[in-house]
């Protein structure tokens, strides 16, 4: 009789031992009762019929991820490499998302596989409508065409896409060459256009100041011309009024004007001898010549005066 009740009392503490269940946070198990669903159990303590219920799988609840690497075609048939992160997890908590996490892929393996195929697919369907030049710079245009393909696909899943980071988008090593190549053409273009532009600045500009300068000089020319004839014109009429002050003195005084001009001339000839600085001046120094060069002067002081 007590060995009887020790084992009555030994299968009870395991049965109310079965009955309890701790779920870890960030998971959610799925609870059937000979095979056939019955309940979800949420994280901490829960409690199960034992022997009836039993734990069908452990759902987790947390974020996924999951790197990628294949290669697509575009329509100039240039081959790309991508290297993705796909990021997803449970659509959420609730029970119809809770089953068919569960219950519709028979595991995880398969899960991937269709997961996988189904991001390539469209990213594929995607690239094969763009040419090779524009695939670089379509990085977010192809992450929103995956989601908006994928988005109801993986909610009949039980999943949601998170995030999808292209980190790497890449071409064969011949394109990538030739795309070198046609960069540094571009830039050697761009370089030769920009020293020609700079060239024809310099010029332009160059030839402006000299043109500038030369209008300044000309103008300086001008100034300069009209400067010395006022002053020759006013040398001319200050030796004129001079003259006729002299002349006229002379003339009170009741002597001969020619003086005048034989002082001009003894002056302009000491002018010659002091200035010449070693030119021979010819000068004809006889009587008959200072007559005759007198004579020509007052000849000409005649020629000014008004007729009677």
């Not at 998971?27 to 994280?43: C, D, N, Q």
């Not at 310099?202 to 020319?221: F, L, Q, R, W």
Request: proline share 2%; glycine share 4%.
């Amino acid at each position: 009789m007590p060995t009887f009740f020790l084992i009555a009392l030994m299968l009870l503490a395991l049965a109310l031992f079965l009955c309890f269940v701790i779920v870890p946070q960030g998971t959610v198990a799925v609870v059937t009762a000979f095979g056939k669903y019955r309940r979800i159990l949420l994280p901490g303590l829960n409690f199960k019929l034992p022997f009836i219920e039993t734990i069908y799988k452990r759902i987790s609840i947390q974020n996924r991820s999951l790197e990628l690497n294949f290669q697509a075609i575009t329509i100039d048939q240039a081959n790309v490499n991508f290297k993705a992160m796909l990021v997803y997890a449970a659509f959420d908590q609730s029970e119809e998302a809770i089953k068919n996490v569960a219950f519709k892929f028979v595991n995880e393996a398969s899960l991937m596989q269709a997961l996988v195929r189904t991001v390539e697919g469209s990213i594929r369907a995607f690239v094969a409508t763009q040419r090779q030049a524009a695939v670089l710079s379509l990085r977010g245009e192809i992450v929103l065409h995956v989601k908006d393909q994928l988005d109801a696909t993986l909610e009949s899943w039980g999943y949601h896409l998170i995030d999808l980071q292209l980190n790497d988008i890449a071409f064969d090593e011949e394109i990538m060459r030739s795309m070198a190549k046609v960069v540094a053409s571009n830039n050697l273009k761009a370089a030769a256009e920009n020293e020609g532009q700079a060239l024809l600045i310099t010029k332009t500009k160059a030839a402006e100041a000299e043109g500038n300068a030369i209008k300044i000089a000309a103008e300086a020319e001008k100034i300069a011309a009209q400067l010395r004839g006022q002053g020759v014109a006013l040398f001319r009429e200050e030796v004129t009024k001079g003259l006729a002050l002299a002349v006229q003195q002379v003339t009170d005084n009741h002597l001969d004007p020619s003086l005048v001009y034989f002082s001009m001339w003894t002056e302009a000839i000491k002018h010659f001898a002091e200035q010449g600085q070693g030119n021979v001046i010819f000068l004809d120094g006889s009587n008959e010549g200072m007559s005759k060069n007198l004579e020509q002067m007052m000849a000409m002081q005649q020629l000014h005066k008004p007729l009677k």
